[in-house]
Nanobody
Framework: QVQLVESGGGLVQAGGSLRLSCTVS????????VGWFRQAPAKEREFVTV????????RYADSVKGRFTISRDNARNTLYLQMNSLKPEDTAVYYC????????????WGQGTQVTVSS
């Protein structure tokens, strides 16, 4: 099994920054992708960004490209999401998620962390 724990959410004004953390534990050798999704109230869950665990290739949703950066601390098995130039439309619960090399979908999810951007 793989366990994911998010932290770092909070309240910030538009234009500000936050850094989210996702600590990954368990059978990390079996992982393919680890990334971030978000869901606002009454909205569908949407993809934000992903980090390929082995190749380190990244990709971003168009809505966050140029503002958000995903990275990994190998020693700590922690994935970070640096969020700059935040907008009110970034307000959502942010979830860390992971999938195995043999799976087709995201099998593991964290509990979520709330990000609120005020205007």
């Amino acid at each position: 099994q793989v366990q994911l724990v998010e932290s770092g959410g909070g309240l910030v004004q538009a234009g500000g920054s936050l850094r989210l953390s996702c600590t990954v534990s368990g059978r990390t050798f079996s992982l393919s992708d680890v990334g971030w999704f978000r869901q606002a109230p009454a909205k569908e869950r949407e993809f934000v960004t992903v980090f390929s665990w082995r190749s380190t290739i990244t990709r971003y949703a168009d809505s966050v490209k140029g503002r958000f950066t995903i990275s990994r601390d190998n020693a700590r098995n922690t994935l970070y999401l640096q969020m700059n130039s935040l907008k009110p439309e970034d307000t959502a619960v942010y979830y860390c998620a992971a999938r195995s090399v043999t799976g087709s979908g995201y099998d593991y999810w964290g509990q979520g962390t709330q990000v609120t951007v005020s205007s």
